[in-house]
Structure formats: C-alpha cells, structure tokens
C-alpha cells in the first residue's frame, strides 16, 4: 500500500528549530501536538499546509486549521494568551480556506519581543494518531521551505 507523506511548510521568514527546545513545557513534552518550533524574523505569518481555519482565539494568539487529514496548531509566541494590546493581526476568520502560503496573520513583532517571554511559536499537528513526524530542516528558514513531514 502506498503511503502518501504530508509536508508542513514554514510559516514565515525565520529560524526553525526541535519542538523539544520551546521554553514551555506544555509544547516542549508535547502534550499538544508534535511539530516544530519557529521564531519569527519579520512580521508576518503564513500557512504551513491548504485547508481551512478551524479556529482563531479570541486574544488572536493561536489559529486553528484542519487539511484533509490533519488539525494543526500555530501558537504565536509563548504567554501570547495574556496579551492586553493588538499584537497579532489575524488576515483570516473561522471557516475561511487558506492555501499553504498564504497570510494568516501580521504581528509587531517588536512589541512583541519586549512584550513576551519569547517569541518562539510552536507549528503542531495536533491528531498525529500514531504516525510520526520527522524534521527536514533547522535553523534560518524562509517562507515555504518544507519543514515537517508526516508519515
């Protein structure tokens, strides 16, 4: 039986890195998801894989989206949940179906530098149902290079 590989793309100009080095445990033991972990280099944050936009916090600070096959997590920054300003700008609203590539979100990504513990945003699949998750890529990355793949 032939089985197919999902490839999670970058979600922005960057530096990736294990999901093992987040700085929140919650990420880093990957009690979410598996997946990777992207510091961002400028403002703006694209999707990793097509499908459509499953949620949006209401603080802005995490989108949802679910392919074919897989549900996603892409969490901006780290106690980005207890932000008080407009740092992240979503470009997308629930039900919406983005294409990989395309702009999710605009963040200040200098505020949010002095703002945030970090800027570390983990990229996680959330229902990997057994399947495993390997790292094709780390350090400085640009948008769409693969990143991820699952198989």
């Known amino acids: 039986m032939f089985n197919k590989k999902t490839i999670l793309h970058s979600i922005g100009n960057g530096t990736i890195s294990s999901i093992d080095t987040c700085i929140d445990p919650v990420f880093s033991e990957k009690i979410v998801g598996d997946g990777y972990l992207f510091t961002p280099r400028d403002n703006n944050i694209y999707s990793p894989i ?5 949620m949006v916090a209401d603080t802005n600070h995490a989108f949802g989206i679910t392919s074919k096959k897989y549900e996603l997590l892409v969490h901006i920054g780290i106690e980005s949940v207890k932000l008080k300003e407009q740092l992240i700008i979503p470009v997308v609203k629930e039900g919406d179906t983005v294409k990989q590539g395309d702009l999710i979100a605009t963040i200040d990504l200098s505020k949010l530098k002095s703002t945030l513990p970090s800027t ?28 991820l793949e699952i198989k």
């Open 120 to 147: 570390q945003t983990p990229v996680l699949v959330t229902n990997l149902d057994g399947k495993q998750v390997k790292l094709l890529k780390t350090g400085l990355v640009s948008i769409n290079d693969k990143i």
């Open 50 to 54: 097509s499908g459509n936009i499953t």
